[in-house]
């Protein structure tokens, strides 16, 4: 389907096209307070919630929070990159 989503064991899940973790959704850390901007770019409230489900259904919002977490970490933020990337 569209709508991706992965539940992680940690409980924290990976949202949409580019699955972005939720951790990153409040505005805890530098990353955090970057998706504040975002998310308030794209009209999306501070609700865990409101933030998954924007972020699952919304592919440009979705992209724009991958950019945003590309620049200030890298591909070291996604789990998946550990298997490709020594």
């Known amino acids: ?4 989503i992965h539940v992680n064991p940690n ?3 990976d949202a949409g096209l ?11 850390g530098s990353v ?10 794209y009209k999306v409230g501070e609700a ?3 933030r998954v489900v ?3 259904t919304n592919d440009k919002l979705n992209e724009d929070l991958a950019r945003c ?7 070291k933020a996604w789990t998946s990159s550990r298997k490709f990337i020594k």
């Open 1 to 4: 389907g569209k709508y991706k």
């Open 11 to 13: 409980r924290t899940i």
């Open 18 to 28: 580019y699955q972005i973790n939720s951790s990153h959704f409040t505005g805890r």
């Open 32 to 41: 955090g307070r970057a998706f504040d901007k975002i998310f308030k770019r």
């Open 48 to 50: 865990m919630h409101e």
């Open 54 to 56: 924007a972020a699952i």
């Open 69 to 75: 977490l590309y620049k200030m970490r890298g591909l």
